[in-house]
């Protein structure tokens, strides 16, 4: 099985910060990487694909990038309802697996 | 407007079962994979299990394989999940959700969820 490791687990900003949060598989999954953010009780929503590839509707201040096993996704400036927590996901095989979560808090 | 709905949650003794229901309109549902995942009070999200549009083929995280089934009935634009042998490590929020593939960079296909249901709580509890 795939496992990855989100890196890091909290991570405390303030708005108009730009962050990155690090996703590392434990084999190599080429571009089969999505990124999700979630809100308390609400349910995920994607925010990129193929590693790099925003979904429609997402602001451009979302990035992904990376390949192979090392994976980022950037925010260029912190707005407040980006505050969420947010997940990475591998589809290079079954099981899909998730990584652990980077909860991302108000300084 | 794509719409996953999500049914069938509720309050289970330890031992019992449970079928979930996903209820999808909007899209051509019968062309597309689909997901369950499911998330503990508090804890991060952990995929359950996929299955194709013909659902022939299942797959299900190593955990739930012995104990949950999936199916689908695509002339009712539905999706099942049917647990059995429920712990309480089953508790959790399950979501369905729809496997879309992007072709993306011209050849390099890429799988990602990109519709959820709102979930439905299970709680196994004595």
């Known amino acids: 099985d795939i496992h990855l490791t989100q890196s890091p687990s909290f991570l405390s900003a303030s708005v108009g910060d730009r962050v990155t949060i690090t996703c590392r598989a434990s084999?190599?999954?080429?571009?089969?990487l999505a990124w999700y953010h979630q809100k308390p009780g609400k349910a995920p929503k994607l925010l990129i694909y193929?590693?790099?590839t925003l979904q429609s509707g997402v602001p451009s201040r979302f990035s992904g990038s990376g390949s192979g096993t090392d994976f980022t996704l950037t925010i260029s400036s912190l707005q407040p309802e980006d505050f969420a927590t947010y997940y990475c996901?591998?589809?290079?095989?079954?099981?899909?697996?998730f990584g652990q979560g980077t909860q991302l808090e108000i300084k | 407007e794509v719409q996953l709905i999500e049914s069938g949650g509720g309050l289970v003794t330890p031992g019992g079962s449970l079928r979930l229901s996903c209820s999808a309109t909007?899209?051509?549902?019968?062309?597309?994979?689909m997901n369950w995942v499911r998330q503990a009070p508090g804890k991060g999200l952990e995929w359950v299990s996929s299955?194709?549009?013909?659902?022939?083929?299942?797959f299900f995280a190593d955990s739930m394989r012995a104990r949950f089934t999936m199916s689908r009935d695509n002339t009712k634009n539905s999706l099942f999940l049917q647990m059995n042998s429920l712990s309480a490590d089953d508790t959790a929020v399950y979501y369905c959700?729809?496997?879309?593939?992007?072709?993306?960079?011209?050849?390099?296909?890429?799988?990602?969820?990109?519709?959820w249901g709102q979930g439905t709580l299970v709680a196994v509890s004595s």
């Open positions: 299955i194709d549009p013909s659902g022939d083929y299942v």
């Open positions: 909007g899209f051509n549902f019968s062309a597309y994979n």
């Open positions: 959700a729809r496997v879309e593939i992007t072709l993306i960079r011209g050849f390099i296909t890429a799988p990602h969820l990109d519709h």
């Open positions: 084999q190599v999954i080429a571009s089969y």
């Open positions: 996901q591998q589809f290079s095989g079954y099981p899909y697996s």
């Open positions: 193929g590693a790099s």
